[in-house]
């Protein structure tokens, strides 16, 4: 494929701070000895890693702002153009060694993503998006599932965890879900959940409390990749309500009246 210079720089700018974050993953499995240890090893890899995207995206675009998970909002000349980025997302799995973890970068102009990527620096899965370009991984062309009904369907999840969440109204709707579809996965990287949907490996997906760095590159991932992404009420203001479910059209749909019934 060919990649526009925007783009490359996004792919240049999540390749470096994705080697960071493997030399600390290597570096996990030795340290768990104490939660106070590798909880502050695992904080210490995630600012470095956003500052090396940082550095790097202001570099070649000095003007734009950020919208940053740990840095919060950094405003820019340009108020058009603004980076989001998560540094690590999938914190949980990259402190218990399990590498399903991310990098998830987007370009948005006026608030809609026009560029996006997400790396997996753990497998070297790189998923990249423009806007009207398609959606690719490692340059392979990616469409969503087929699928057309939920019984045969595997449909991912955010589960909300320790002081997280509507827990009560989260198990209605993972009982309606569980009675109408083949499987359920939660894999704990919303940002590659959303890719796995782009690629079809998912038929579906749904989490509450999401950011706009959880979701921002996901969402352009699937879009072009021929898919539908709204907010539980089935419109596009995920930001404001941080609720997110997306699949094809029909599994879309489907899933959306699913989770009315909870």
Not at 34 to 62: I, N, T, Y
Not at 222 to 231: L, S
């Amino acid at each position: 494929m060919a990649r526009s210079a925007l783009l490359n720089v996004m792919v240049q700018a999540v390749r470096k701070a994705g080697r960071g974050l493997a030399r600390d993953f290597g570096e996990v499995e030795n340290l768990q000895v104490s939660m106070k240890g590798p909880g502050d090893f695992v904080s210490a890899a995630d600012r470095r890693s956003e500052q090396v995207l940082f550095d790097e995206l202001k570099r070649v675009r000095p003007s734009y702002g950020f919208l940053m998970e740990e840095r919060g909002e950094v405003a820019g000349e340009d108020e058009q153009h603004r980076w989001v980025v998560d540094p690590l997302d999938g914190t949980a799995n990259f402190l218990h060694s399990i590498p399903i973890f991310s990098i998830s970068v987007s370009l948005e102009r006026n608030g809609v993503p026009i560029a996006g990527v997400v790396f997996n620096p753990a497998t070297d899965e790189l998923y990249t998006a423009e806007r009207g370009a398609g959606a690719f991984v490692n340059d392979r062309r990616l469409r969503v599932s087929a699928r057309r009904d939920m019984p045969e369907c595997v449909i991912g999840t955010g589960v909300p965890h320790l002081g997280r969440g509507n827990h009560p109204r989260y198990l209605n709707e993972l009982r309606q879900v569980m009675a109408n579809c083949a499987g359920i996965r939660r894999l704990g990287s919303a940002a590659l959940d959303l890719c796995y949907v782009a690629a079809g490996k998912l038929d579906g997906f749904w989490e509450d409390d999401l950011n706009a760095w959880d979701t921002s590159a996901g969402w352009l991932m699937i879009k072009e990749a021929g898919g539908f992404v709204t907010d539980k009420a089935g419109k596009d203001d995920m930001h404001a309500s941080r609720t997110l479910v997306a699949g094809n059209e029909a599994i879309h749909a489907q899933l959306l009246a699913t989770l009315r019934k909870a």
